[in-house]
Every structure is written in structure tokens, then in C-alpha cells.
């Protein structure tokens, strides 16, 4: 199965709102209220921000938000800071207990 | 504190064998849910398998279903690897993740990863 599909880059200045797309089809985004986004800095372990579509883990801004519609799914960060550059991924269940992760997407605050 | 600490990486020639562990700690180990996820240099995350809190019951993706194996230990808090048959696109860091609570499928912790290098 290949991975959902991502931009590969998206940029924006800071205080700024940027989203970021994740698409996949009707066997996993589509039919599962079971997206997660991450956060990867470079060198570092992701982060969860985002799970079941668009709940937040404590500690995570309220900055960041997410949602769904049909096979596509969303990451926003508005108010967009210096230190929210880095590599996100979406991630989906696929049913039968596996997972599928988008190819990543590079934000570049400008 | 949840922490969870991968070993067993390193440098393994084509078509060899490698074991990796994650030691767990700071929560109650045989409640959770686990995922073993990987990430190739300079790529992105690709999720590798997964498995239930008994231990009974385990998924893998399709690129390495049939020679991979994934266990677990829960007297000894403990997640496993078995990566048989490596190819060079093998090569990752594979991270340890345990899942949200009530979840299975939202890795939510990760341990720092182990690196697994398969070359001649």
C-alpha cells in the first residue's frame, strides 16, 4: 500500500496560518476517524499533536488543530512560530491493525 | 515517566538476522498496546508492525511480513524484533512507540530509536 499523500514542502511567515493536506482513500482516511499527525524536528523523535482526526494531547498549543473531509485530511497551525519548522507526518489506520503514514511535509517559516 | 529504550541495532550483512528490544518502563507495560515503526536516513516514517497487549495477537506491513516477527515480554516489560532475512532497504532507525490509552493505533510515545544498518 502506498503511503497517503503529502505535500512535500509548505512555507509561511510567522503569525501566519498554514495547512497542511494528507490524502488517502476510502479504505483508510475515509473510513476511519483514526488520523494522527507528527511533529519531527531534525534529529529528533516525533511528536504526537494530532490524534483522532482532531484531538490534542495535553501540552500541545491549541495553535494546531485538525480535521477531515472525505479522504483528505488536514493539519492547521495558525499563528505560525519560529520553532513549529520542522517535518510532519499524518498517519491513518488502514483496518485489519495496521497503519499508514504519509510521506512527510516540510514547513518552512520563512 | 513513560520510557522506553530500544537496543539490538547495528551493522548486519544481507540476508542476516537481528534482534531488537525495547525495554519499557514508567507504566503498566502489559495494558498497552505497541507498535515498532521505522524511519530510513534522510526519509520518512513508515510503520512496521504492531501487537496487543497479551502479546496474542500481531500485524506487519507487507514489506516485511514473512521475515520479520514482533513479541513481547510482559513479565519482563519487554518488546521485540525479529528482523530475519535483511535487505539493504532494511537499513533504519526502527522506533519502539506505545499506543494512547484506550487506543490501537495512535503511537503516542517513542523511545529514541536504534539504528540497523544492513550492508556487505
Known amino acids: 500500500q502506498s503511503a497517503l499523500t503529502q505535500p512535500r514542502s509548505v512555507s509561511g511567515s510567522p503569525g501566519q496560518s498554514v495547512t497542511i493536506s494528507c490524502t488517502g482513500t476510502?479504505?483508510?482516511?475515509?473510513?476511519?476517524?483514526?488520523v494522527s499527525w507528527y511533529q519531527q524536528h531534525p534529529g529528533k523523535v516525533p511528536k504526537l499533536m494530532i490524534y483522532d482526526v482532531s484531538q490534542r494531547p495535553s501540552g500541545v498549543p491549541d495553535r494546531f488543530s485538525g480535521s477531515k473531509s472525505g479522504n483528505t485530511a488536514s493539519l492547521t497551525i495558525s499563528g505560525l512560530q519560529a520553532e513549529d519548522e520542522a517535518d510532519y507526518y499524518c498517519?491513518?489506520?488502514?483496518?485489519?491493525?495496521?497503519?499508514?503514514f504519509g510521506g512527510g511535509t516540510k514547513l518552512t517559516v520563512l | 515517566e513513560v520510557q522506553l529504550v530500544e537496543s539490538g541495532g547495528g551493522l548486519v550483512q544481507p540476508g542476516g538476522s537481528l534482534r531488537l528490544s525495547c525495554v519499557a518502563s514508567g507504566f503498566a507495560f502489559s495494558d498497552y498496546w505497541m507498535h515498532w515503526v521505522r524511519q530510513a536516513p534522510g526519509k520518512g516514517l513508515v510503520w512496521v508492525s504492531r501487537?496487543?497487549?497479551?502479546?496474542?495477537?500481531?500485524s506487519h506491513a507487507d514489506s516485511v511480513k514473512g521475515r520479520f516477527s514482533t513479541s513481547r515480554d510482559n513479565a519482563k516489560n519487554t518488546l521485540y524484533l525479529q528482523m530475519n532475512s535483511l535487505r539493504a532497504e532494511d537499513t533504519a532507525v526502527y522506533y519502539c512507540?506505545?499506543?494512547?490509552?484506550?487506543?490501537?493505533?495512535?503511537?503516542?510515545?517513542w523511545g529514541q530509536g536504534s539504528l540497523v544498518t544492513v550492508s556487505s
Open positions: 512507540t506505545r499506543d494512547l490509552p484506550s487506543h490501537t493505533e495512535t503511537p503516542a510515545y
Open positions: 476510502s479504505s483508510d482516511v475515509g473510513n476511519y476517524n483514526y
Open positions: 498517519c491513518s489506520y488502514t483496518g485489519t491493525y495496521t497503519l499508514i
Open positions: 501487537i496487543n497487549s497479551e502479546g496474542s495477537s500481531t
